[in-house]
Structures are given as C-alpha cells and as structure tokens.
C-alpha cells in the first residue's frame, strides 16, 4: 500500500493493523475494526489507538470515539461507496483534529474530493499509485462549496 | 442572465483539462473500465447502442443566442447535424466519438457550458419552470435560486458518489411546469402567513421502476437557509440510502422505508447542526445573484402594434399564435414556444440550422436569450406582439411552428430502443405512427390539452407515469408491446396514471389512442371538460370499454 500524509508520500506506517484472528500486539499504535476495538477497550487502556470504521456502523458511536482514538480509518469497500465521504465531515465537524486515513478502493479521481472531506491520509493500492497521483489535488483549484478545510465556499467569494 | 465569474469559468476549464486526462489515461489502460465509466457519466458521456452520447448541461434550460450557435457548431463538427433535447432541458448529442469529446468540452467551456453532472450518482442539473420571471402568476423569478443551486452542487466534493442520481427542480409559483412533485426534491416558492416568501420542501419524488409523488417534508424554509437544508437532506441521504440495490436505491426508497416523520426527524436534526454555517446565504449574496436575473428592457411602446389585425387576416398565424404562444406579464409582449415536434421527426431533436435560426430570432426578437422547456421544446419568451407574425414566418419556413404545443403530438418522448442501451421496446417508430394518424390539427384542437408521455423502458425518461396518456414500451418475446396508463399529471395536480388494461401491439398504439380520444369526446359535458378532468370525474372503465370491448 502507498500512504500519503498531507499530500506526501510516506514510507512507513507508524500503526499497526492486526488481521481479526491476530492477538493484540504487546505495544506500539494499534488500528482496530470497530466491533473488535469496543471488545477489547479494557486492554487498550492507556495506549495509543485508532478505530477501523464503515458505512455499516453505527455513526453515533463512531463519532463518540473521537476523544479517545488518534485515527479513523474509513474503509471504501467500492469507490462507488460515498458513505466515508460523510463520515469524515462528520469527524472533522465534532472537532475530531487526528489522523482520518481513507482505506479500501482509494484512488486518484477521488484524492481531492476526500481531502476536501477531511481526509489528511489516503492509502493506495500499490498497483494504482505512482508519482503522479499526487497531481491530483491540485486539478481543480477553485470551489463552490466550503469543505472540511476550507471556512468560506468560492460562491460567496465571487 | 447569469455571466460566469473568474471562479466559473476557471473551474469549468479547468475540469475540462481534468476529463481529457481522465480520457487518455482510460485510452493508455491505466484507468479500469469501471472507474473511466464513472467519471465519463459525471461528465455526460454515455456509451449507448450505435455510439457514445454527450449530454449537455443546460442549467435551468436558459442559453443565450451565442451559446445556442456553440451548440449548432458541434452538432455540424463533431456529431450528425443535431442535437435532441432532454426532459432535464439538456442537449444531448447521438454520434460524437470517444476521443473527441474533451474537444468538445473545451468548445463548450468558451461559451460558459459544460457537461458536468449530466449523470452518474450526483446531483443533476436543477430544473424549472420555462415561463420563469414572465408569467403573472409567479411569486418570484425561481432562476437565481436554480444558479444557487447550480454552483453549490457543482463538483460538491461529498456528493459526487450518491446512492443514486438526485434531481432538483424549482417552481416560482402556483403553476408547476417543472414537474416538481415526481423530484427528489421538488422546492416551490411561496408565502407564508407573514407575507414572506420562502419555499416549500417537498422530498422523496420520482418516477422509474417505483413512481412517488413527492412528500412535503418543510412548510416553509427561508431562502437564506435553502443551502443547508438541502445539504443536510441529502447528507442523511447519502449515509442511509440503500446501495445495495441499484434500483431501491433513490432518496423515494428511504423516505418510503423511513416513513416521511421519522425521516423529517433526522433531517432537522441534522439541519440544525449547521443552519447557522457557511452556507447560510447573506442577502447581499443573494442579491448579487438575482442582479444577474433582472428584467430586459421592455419596452413601454410594445403595446401599439397590427396584431390583431394580422391574426383577423391570416388563420394559419392564428392557429399557431392560439396554440404556441401564452400570455406574457408584460403588456405587448408573448411568450412563444417553438415547436420542436413536427411532423415525423423525433420529438426534442433540433437541427444545427434550426438552432442557428433559433439564435437569430433570439438576437432579433428576444433579448437574446432561449429557454429549454421540460416538455422538449424551445421558448422565446420576450418577443413584442408587433414581431409575432415576422417570428412565425421565420419559424414556420424552418419547420419550427407545428401548432401543436399543448396537444397529442407535442409529445414527451425518449429516443427508445434504435438509440438508448437501456430501452427495451422503439418509440420513434410509435411517434412516428401516431403523427401520422393524427396529422388534422382540427381534431387536435378540438381534443385540446392532452400529454402524452412515451418512454420506452421502466426507467421511465419521458415520464409516462404523468402523462395523461402515458405510455411504456415492454419487450415480449423479441416483440415491442405497450403498455397504456390514463390521467397522470406532472403538474400542481400530479397524479400517477393508472393502468388501462393489457398490453397494446405496436401497430395498434395509434388505434388505440384514437379510440381513447373518441370516447373522451362523447363523454365530456362540454369543451370547457378537458381530457384529464374527464379521466379523473368517469375514471379508467369507459375507456377499457373503448378500446378492449364490453368483455375486458
């Protein structure tokens, strides 16, 4: 996978993501489905963590973890899928100021859109990314609507 | 009307820079099929039986006289010599290529069009009402909030992948000529106890596979906070609408499901997170806006013209100025309505040099401004009576002044089966059949206001389901057969048709019709008794009688 951060590419992922039949690793940041990561909150207690979450879950209580993980990661089971685009309003609208990683089917046509959602990291299949992936936030560079980055829409500015 | 901006025009071009690099990394295979067929449907490009088809947006159905000829241009450059205009009031083009269409995109861009959100799953053109700003009966000229609308909507980076396609239609007064109860969201102006004027919300209409009237979900919104309540609609939408099912997968479906309370419930809610955001619209931004929609310059002097003598002296100018033009607000001035079916052509196809004389009249006679209408014609709607006889000349000389609108041959039909990949049964065949039988303008006029409506699959694009007559064409075993329903309206009236019985063979449609229409003009008490309130007083029984015999 090619994580970009901010719009850079990122060599390594500080979070780890355990497969659903792994145990917890001993320390370090840990990405955990939502299910799984309500289970075992006990254990987490006092580490760092982030919350694995879909347009199946329950946005209320995804939107309660806000002050207790450092990451969302929003999965896009299709790219046709348009749920994580609200979800990360949602994150960034509750004041959420941590990391929301967009996961799954995460390609260039909608890089700008997500960053415009909220998103600040985007992880791509390897077999989709190169260099020039990043272009594509500076495609369109003017707005009508304001954004989870962006107070004022271009309409009244115009 | 409404000039682009710096921030327009660069977004537009620069979404055209963005498309041509989307085509061409599609042509290197380095995009997949399925992502390419996304982005082109949100620009407009269909792939369909014979080619690909562009659809053009025509916001709000206005263009101005230089546009119209842009459009004439590209229908001679790169497609077959015409263009069809849609029930949204956009263009589509049948014949251009793949390859071509950035160019296309580009040419469009230098006269302030584009094909942005002409399908896919996003928010489509808004639409409403031809007539917008001259016709007496308007509380408001509806158009400036369609442009609010048009740039919010826009490249919304959070609805861009939808459940579904969403459709928004306006109305700025009691007559509903935007079919606006069968939209997701139907919004009409209106005026509360306190005189103000705000709109009503209506959410949750449609038509295809499962036909809704709209519900209201809000009495009265304030224009200010026309904004944030959409997006909070359909922000509720986009999180709980079904997308496991492409076809229960509109706004109408999760209304239904929810039921429109508990719907109501969670939209309020949600709306009340972010009335009080950036999208709330100040008045002077509003206002902005509605400068870019004020009046012509009419002229007072309009009223002294030979009109009536010239209608006393000429019938076929009467017949036509009776039929395709109505009453304008403005003393001295007439809205026409050019006809874009006449006889055995497609109905809403145009040719380059119709639109080019179409322009011409508009520079002439009409500000220079042309509407597109939901009914698939054109409207010049400013045009002085003393220039109505020259105006009928020019259009009648290019087969533009059928006087037909409002009766059965100004139908609403979609291009069917010999164009569209969708459709199951033809159409233009049908229309085609049902000219011919009724060429008499004289029973035409006797029968008066009927629509009807041909669609040739469920998807229902020519709107069947309201159409006094409507009309649906199913596949049989290989064989074309159609379906008849009775008394739809899209109007302030709307209905869903209901069912007439069996399904019709192809070349008895036209029979058929003629039958119905008979017996419309046995029963009717009077010619004041118009086909729809005939249908809606004796009901579906006397015509089933008509036209399947006393055994049906």
Same mark, same amino acid.
């Given at each position: 996978?090619?994580?970009?951060?901010?719009?850079?590419?990122?060599?390594?992922?500080?979070?780890?993501?355990?497969?659903?039949?792994?145990?917890?690793?001993?320390?370090?940041?840990?990405?955990?489905?939502?299910?799984?990561?309500?289970?075992?909150?006990?254990?987490?207690?006092?580490?760092?963590?982030?919350?694995q979450v879909n347009g199946d879950d329950d946005l209320q209580q995804v939107l309660a973890l806000?002050?207790?993980?450092?990451?969302?990661?929003?999965?896009?089971?299709?790219?046709?899928?348009?749920?994580?685009?609200?979800?990360?309003?949602?994150?960034?609208?509750?004041?959420?100021?941590?990391?929301?990683?967009?996961?799954?089917?995460?390609?260039?046509?909608?890089?700008?859109?997500?960053?415009?959602?909220?998103?600040?990291?985007?992880?791509?299949?390897?077999?989709?990314?190169?260099?020039?992936?990043?272009?594509?936030?500076?495609?369109?560079?003017?707005?009508?609507?304001?954004?989870?980055?962006?107070?004022?829409?271009?309409?009244?500015?115009? | 009307?409404?000039?682009?901006?710096?921030?327009?025009?660069?977004?537009?071009?620069?979404?055209?820079?963005?498309?041509?690099?989307?085509?061409?990394?599609?042509?290197?295979g380095e995009l997949p099929d399925e992502e390419f067929r996304a982005l082109r449907l949100m620009?407009?490009?269909?792939?369909?039986?014979?080619?690909?088809?562009?659809?053009?947006?025509?916001?709000?159905?206005?263009?101005?006289?230089?546009?119209?000829?842009?459009?004439?241009?590209?229908?001679?450059?790169?497609?077959?010599?015409?263009?069809?205009?849609?029930?949204?009031?956009?263009?589509?083009?049948?014949?251009?290529?793949?390859?071509?269409?950035?160019?296309?995109?580009?040419?469009?861009?230098?006269?302030?069009?584009?094909?942005?959100?002409?399908?896919?799953?996003?928010?489509?053109?808004?639409?409403?009402?031809?007539?917008? !700003?001259?016709? %007496?009966?308007?509380?408001?000229?509806?158009?400036? /909030?369609? $442009? #609010?609308?048009?740039?919010?909507?826009? *490249?919304?980076?959070?609805?861009?992948?939808?459940?579904?396609?969403?459709?928004?239609?306006?109305?700025?007064?009691?007559?509903?000529?935007?079919?606006?109860?069968?939209?997701?969201?139907?919004?009409?102006?209106?005026?509360?106890?306190?005189?103000?004027?705000?709109?009503?919300?209506?959410?949750?209409?449609?038509?295809?596979?499962?036909?809704?009237?709209?519900?209201?979900?809000?009495?009265?919104?304030?224009?200010?906070?026309?904004?944030?309540?959409?997006?909070?609609?359909?922000?509720?939408?986009?999180?709980?609408?079904?997308?496991?099912?492409?076809?229960?997968?509109?706004?109408?479906?999760?209304?239904?499901?929810? !039921?429109?309370? %508990?719907?109501?419930?969670?939209?309020?809610?949600? /709306?009340? $997170? #972010?009335?009080?955001?950036?999208?709330? *619209?100040?008045?002077?931004?509003?206002?902005?806006?509605?400068?870019?929609?004020?009046?012509?310059?009419?002229?007072?002097?309009?009223?002294?013209?030979?009109?009536?003598?010239?209608?006393?002296?000429?019938?076929?100018?009467?017949?036509?100025?009776?039929?395709?033009?109505?009453?304008?607000?403005?003393?001295?001035?007439?809205?026409?309505?050019?006809?874009?079916?006449?006889?055995?052509?497609?109905?809403?196809?145009?040719?380059?040099?119709?639109?080019?004389?179409?322009?011409?009249?508009?520079?002439?006679?009409?500000?220079?401004?042309?509407?597109?209408?939901?009914?698939?014609?054109?409207?010049?709607?400013?045009?002085?009576?003393?220039?109505?006889?020259?105006?009928?000349?020019?259009?009648?000389?290019?087969?533009?002044?059928?006087?037909?609108?409002?009766?059965?041959?100004?139908?609403?039909?979609?291009?069917?089966?010999?164009?569209?990949?969708?459709?199951?049964?033809?159409?233009?065949?049908?229309?085609?059949?049902?000219?011919?039988?009724?060429?008499?303008?004289?029973?035409?006029?006797?029968?008066?206001?009927?629509?009807?409506?041909?669609?040739?699959?469920?998807?229902?694009?020519?709107?069947?389901?309201?159409?006094?007559?409507?009309?649906?064409?199913?596949?049989?075993?290989?064989?074309?057969?159609?379906?008849?329903?009775?008394?739809?309206?899209?109007?302030?009236?709307?209905?869903?048709?209901?069912?007439?019985?069996?399904?019709?063979?192809?070349?008895?449609?036209?029979?058929?019709?003629?039958?119905?229409?008979?017996?419309?003009?046995?029963?009717?008490?009077?010619?004041?008794?118009?086909?729809?309130?005939?249908?809606?007083?004796?009901?579906?029984?006397?015509?089933?009688?008509?036209?399947?015999?006393?055994?049906?």
């Open positions: 996978m090619a994580l970009i951060i901010d719009r850079k590419p990122v060599t390594e992922d500080r979070w780890q993501w355990p497969a659903d039949d792994q145990a917890l690793p001993a320390e370090g940041p840990v990405v955990l489905p939502l299910a799984r990561w309500l289970e075992e909150a006990g254990a987490l207690a006092g580490r760092e963590t982030g919350v806000q002050d207790r993980v450092s990451l969302f990661a929003v999965e896009f089971p299709a790219f046709t899928d348009g749920r994580g685009f609200s979800i990360a309003r949602l994150l960034r609208r509750g004041g959420f100021k941590g990391e929301i990683r967009a996961i799954g089917d995460v390609t260039r046509d909608r890089l700008a859109h997500l960053e415009r959602c909220g998103f600040n990291a985007l992880q791509v299949p390897d077999e989709r990314y190169s260099p020039d992936v990043l272009q594509a936030f500076d495609e369109i560079g003017v707005h009508y609507q304001g954004g989870a980055s962006l107070a004022r829409p271009a309409y009244p500015q115009s | 009307m409404y000039q682009y901006t710096e921030v327009d025009q660069k977004l537009v071009d620069e979404r055209v820079a963005q498309y041509r690099d989307q085509t061409r990394r599609y042509l290197a620009n407009g490009l269909y792939i369909q039986r014979q080619a690909p088809m562009l659809r053009v947006a025509v916001p709000y159905g206005l263009m101005s006289s230089t546009q119209m000829r842009k459009l004439a241009h590209i229908a001679r450059t790169y497609d077959k010599g015409y263009g069809h205009f849609t029930t949204r009031t956009n263009i589509q083009y049948n014949w251009p290529t793949l390859e071509s269409v950035p160019d296309i995109l580009a040419e469009l861009a230098e006269v302030q069009m584009h094909a942005i959100q002409t399908s896919g799953n996003c928010i489509r053109n808004t639409t409403t009402d031809p007539y917008a !700003g001259v016709i %007496a009966s308007e509380l408001e000229d509806p158009r400036p /909030w369609c $442009e #609010i609308i048009r740039q919010w909507s826009t *490249l919304h980076p959070e609805f861009a992948y939808l459940p579904r396609k969403f459709k928004i239609a306006v109305t700025g007064g009691p007559e509903d000529r935007a079919a606006s109860q069968v939209h997701d969201i139907g919004l009409h102006l209106v005026k509360n106890a306190q005189g103000e004027i705000g709109f009503e919300v209506l959410v949750g209409g449609g038509l295809g596979r499962t036909p809704v009237i709209g519900k209201q979900i809000r009495p009265f919104l304030e224009g200010r906070d026309l904004l944030s309540y959409l997006e909070a609609i359909i922000r509720v939408y986009n999180l709980n609408g079904r997308r496991d099912n492409k076809y229960k997968a509109r706004i109408k479906i999760l209304v239904n499901a929810m !039921g429109i309370d %508990a719907f109501r419930e969670q939209v309020e809610a949600e /709306w009340a $997170e #972010i009335r009080e955001s950036d999208l709330r *619209l100040s008045q002077d931004e509003i206002d902005r806006v509605k400068a870019q929609f004020a009046p012509p310059a009419y002229e007072a002097d309009a009223v002294n013209n030979d009109l009536n003598a010239q209608l006393a002296e000429n019938d076929d100018f009467r017949v036509w100025y009776e039929r395709n033009t109505v009453e304008h607000k403005v003393p001295g001035y007439r809205i026409v309505v050019v006809s874009l079916k006449p006889y055995l052509k497609a109905p809403g196809d145009i040719t380059d040099v119709q639109m080019d004389t179409v322009a011409d009249l508009a520079d002439s006679f009409s500000f220079g401004e042309i509407r597109a209408t939901h009914h698939q014609n054109l409207v010049l709607a400013d045009v002085k009576q003393g220039d109505l006889l020259q105006v009928w000349k020019i259009l009648n000389a290019n087969n533009l002044a059928r006087p037909n609108i409002g009766t059965l041959t100004d139908m609403i039909v979609c291009p069917g089966f010999d164009f569209c990949g969708l459709a199951n049964a033809h159409t233009l065949n049908i229309a085609e059949q049902i000219n011919e039988k009724f060429e008499q303008v004289d029973f035409l006029h006797d029968v008066g206001n009927v629509r009807l409506n041909m669609s040739g699959c469920i998807n229902a694009c020519a709107h069947h389901h309201v159409g006094h007559i409507g009309i649906l064409g199913v596949d049989k075993k290989g064989e074309d057969w159609y379906q008849f329903t009775l008394g739809g309206s899209s109007e302030a009236d709307a209905a869903l048709g209901k069912a007439l019985g069996k399904a019709i063979a192809a070349d008895e449609v036209a029979n058929t019709i003629e039958k119905i229409l008979l017996t419309y003009i046995e029963q009717r008490e009077s010619e004041e008794e118009s086909f729809l309130d005939l249908v809606r007083r004796v009901g579906v029984d006397p015509f089933k009688e008509a036209v399947y015999g006393a055994d049906h």
